[in-house]
């Protein structure tokens, strides 16, 4: 997440904040900085952290006077009508599949998912990501903002999407037996 974006440090509260830098985000890259955690800050320094990260890059009034969707989901999503979000509001610029990305990159690249978890895309998708031209909750369609229910079932849609095995080339259609030889078609039989 990006800890300078305005709508992120409106929607986190100093809690949340502190305790994602104290025990990390599990399910993505961001690391445990409390020493308690295995990381090398001290309570206090994370305090200021999170002082200091309000005082840069909150503003009081970054959602414009409208109400986000909470922070974290209050209910499980439903993913088939999260499906329905996200062709609806998502793919033309992060296109319908992993292998046709939008403009604006794939998010349903298994790499990708690989490395966010569930509370980060809900993150993301509720703050944008205006540092890379993302448009926040408000911004996904036509001047209607997403509602709680969008919000959280696109999320548990997407997290539906992350691969079993992260990284894995992408399977060949039409091949079904599971046979190494099979699945590359330039492979050579011995």
């Not at 320094?45 to 005082?55: C, E, T």
């Amino acid at each position: 997440m990006d800890l300078a974006n305005p709508e992120y440090e409106a929607l986190v509260d100093d809690a949340t904040l502190h305790d994602v830098i104290s025990k990390g985000e599990k399910g993505t890259l961001m690391p445990a900085f409390a020493i308690e955690n295995g990381g090398m800050l001290t309570d206090r320094q994370i305090d200021a952290l999170v002082q200091g990260l309000r005082a840069t890059w909150r503003k009081p009034d970054a959602f414009g006077g409208l109400t986000p969707p909470p922070y974290r989901a209050t209910h499980e999503g439903d993913r088939a009508s999260g499906a329905a979000v996200y062709m609806g509001m998502c793919a033309e610029c992060h296109g319908a599949s992993a292998r046709k990305p939008g403009k604006a990159g794939s998010i349903l690249d298994g790499s990708f998912l690989a490395l966010v978890n569930e509370q980060m895309i809900r993150s993301t998708v509720i703050a944008g990501r205006p540092d890379l031209g993302m448009p926040d909750w408000r911004g996904h369609s036509s001047g209607i903002p997403m509602t709680d229910d969008e919000v959280t079932n696109v999320t548990a849609w997407l997290m539906a999407q992350k691969p079993a095995l992260p990284g894995q080339p992408y399977p060949i259609a039409g091949l079904t037996s599971g046979k190494p030889d099979e699945q590359q078609p330039s492979a050579v039989k011995r």
